[in-house]
C-alpha cells in the first residue's frame, strides 16, 4: 500500500494513453497522489522526474516499456541519484521477449542489485494461432545495492 504523504509518479510516451491513465486514476480517487507525464519517452522525462522529487530518490521503480530502453533508462536513473539503497526496481518481460542486457546488468553476482526472477506468463498469449507456443517469461526484482 502507498504510505500517506507517499505519490506515484508514473511516465506515459502516448498521449491517448496517458489520458485514458489520468481519468481512471482520477475516478478511482487517486488523482491527489499519481502524477502522469505525458508525451514524453523515459529518458526525455526522467530529468523532470528529478525535479518533481527535488532531487530526492525513489523506492521502487516499475519498468515497462519499450524493452530495449530498460538497461539505458535505469543507467539514466542511477546516474541521476533517483535509486538509494534497496530501491526496488521491477521490469517485465525480462525473458520473453527479453530486455537486452538488463538481466546482465542487474544480476546479483554483479554486486550492484540483488535479484530474483519471478516466473510469470506472457500476458499476451495468441491462442488464435494454431501454430502458438505459451510463452515463458519473468519479472525481475532487483534490490540496489548503492554500488
Known amino acids: ?24 486514476i482520477a475516478w478511482a480517487g ?5 502524477q502522469v507525464l505525458s508525451g514524453k519517452l523515459a529518458a526525455d522525462a526522467l530529468p523532470e ?20 530502453c530498460y ?13 538509494h539503497e534497496n530501491t526496488c526496481v521491477v521490469a517485465d518481460n525480462v525473458v520473453y521477449p527479453g530486455a537486452p542486457g538488463f538481466l546482465e546488468y542487474v544480476d546479483s553476482s554483479a554486486g550492484r542489485y540483488k535479484t530474483y526472477l519471478e516466473p510469470a ?6 491462442k488464435w494461432k494454431p501454430d502458438w507456443v505459451p510463452q515463458k517469461d519473468a519479472l525481475s526484482v532487483s534490490f540496489y545495492q548503492g554500488n
Open 30 to 34: 487517486f488523482a491527489d497522489r499519481v
Open 1 to 24: 500500500a502507498l504510505p500517506p504523504g507517499g505519490r506515484i509518479i508514473t511516465i506515459e510516451a502516448k498521449p491517448a494513453n496517458a489520458e485514458v491513465a489520468m481519468q481512471t
Open 49 to 68: 522526474v528529478s525535479q518533481l522529487l527535488n532531487d530526492g530518490s525513489v523506492d521502487m521503480i516499475y519498468l515497462d516499456h519499450f524493452k530495449d
Open 71 to 83: 538497461l539505458p533508462d535505469l543507467k539514466q536513473m542511477e546516474a541521476q541519484g533517483l535509486l
Open 121 to 126: 506468463k506472457f500476458e499476451y498469449d495468441q
